[in-house]
């Protein structure tokens, strides 16, 4: 259905891209560059039936050289959805007691929109009415993690607005 508008909506935010694996279902995981970073993204997501307020693909951003880990957060999110029937709800705080990510102090994921891109980014729209919306998922610390869950994700969304902590490194003390 929006195949076409959703690989050039990627391509012109996220650089080249070229599919890096098969998932299930039909969905593909495609890999795109910039120089400040890559991107991991799903494609043909938008495409199934799940229940989210509107059709959904998931997008993570990650350094230069962290490939592996914005792959795997990706497909572990896309699996739950498939295990649930459930997309995200931007934004919301999907938690984890351990870390999500091996040698990381990741444990958890942010589903919102994207942190360096342009609004537009985070939805294709077809005469005036969204078609897609583009889940950024941004990985959080332990700590973060712990903020949200006690003070609430405006808390923490504030805070890291306020801090600029380097979202997109996965290797990131906290």
Not at 11 to 38: I, M
Not at 83 to 91: K, L, M, N, S, W
Request: aromatic letters at 4%; hydrophobic letters at 40%; charged letters at 20%.
């Amino acid at each position: 259905m929006t195949q076409p508008e959703l690989a050039e909506h990627l391509t012109r935010f996220l650089g080249e891209g070229q599919r890096a694996a098969q998932l299930d279902r039909g969905v593909e995981l495609w890999r795109y560059e910039r120089p400040e970073f890559v991107t991991f993204a799903t494609r043909g997501l938008s495409d199934l039936d799940v229940a989210a307020l509107k059709p959904q693909e998931l997008v993570c951003s990650v350094l230069p050289g962290q490939d592996g880990a914005a792959a795997q957060l990706v497909t572990v999110l896309f699996e739950q959805i498939l295990a649930t029937d459930r997309g995200p709800v931007v934004p919301q705080l999907i938690p984890n007691t351990t870390p999500i990510l091996d040698r990381t102090q990741i444990h958890g994921l942010l589903a919102t929109g994207h942190p360096y891109l342009d609004e537009a980014f985070d939805a294709i729209t077809r005469d005036g009415t969204v078609t897609v919306q583009l889940v950024t998922l941004i990985p959080l610390t332990g700590t973060e993690v712990s903020q949200a869950q006690t003070s609430g994700l405006d808390s923490l969304m504030d805070a890291l607005e306020a801090t600029d902590p380097a979202l997109l490194d996965v290797t990131r003390a906290g």
